[in-house]
């Protein structure tokens, strides 16, 4: 079973930074793609960043020129949120798509929160 585990959110004031983590474990052959993702409440989950294996990203025009997705390592995940904002506030979650026994997966992790306060 492939897992993904979460850390570093919290509570930062405006203007402020956070880095977000995510790392997968299990069987995994291979990871295609891992992103991040955002749910407020009341709203829909909605895309933060992508990055896939070969390091192409894909952002969100809300999080260009702030935030930065990098991979560690073939099963590591971060994002780098600097000037947050308060609309910035939501639930984080962690994605990743790729190949285990069986075939492919599609895994999302249990989110972290992180609050922007003005």
């Known amino acids: 079973q492939v897992q993904l585990v979460e850390s570093g959110g919290g509570l930062v004031q405006a203007g402020g930074s956070l880095r977000l983590s995510c790392r997968a474990s299990g069987i995994i052959f291979s990871i295609n793609a891992m992103g991040w993702y955002r749910q407020a409440p009341g709203k829909q989950r909605e895309l933060v960043a992508t990055i896939t294996g070969g390091d192409s990203t894909n952002y969100a025009d809300s999080a260009k020129g702030r935030f930065t997705i990098s991979r560690d390592n073939a099963d590591t995940v971060n994002l780098q949120m600097n000037s947050l904002k308060p609309e910035d506030t939501a639930n984080y979650y962690c994605?990743?798509?790729?190949?285990?026994?069986?075939?492919?997966?599609?895994?999302w992790g249990q989110g972290t929160q992180v609050t922007v306060s003005s």
């Open positions: 994605n990743a798509i790729g190949r285990t026994t069986g075939g492919l997966f599609n895994r």
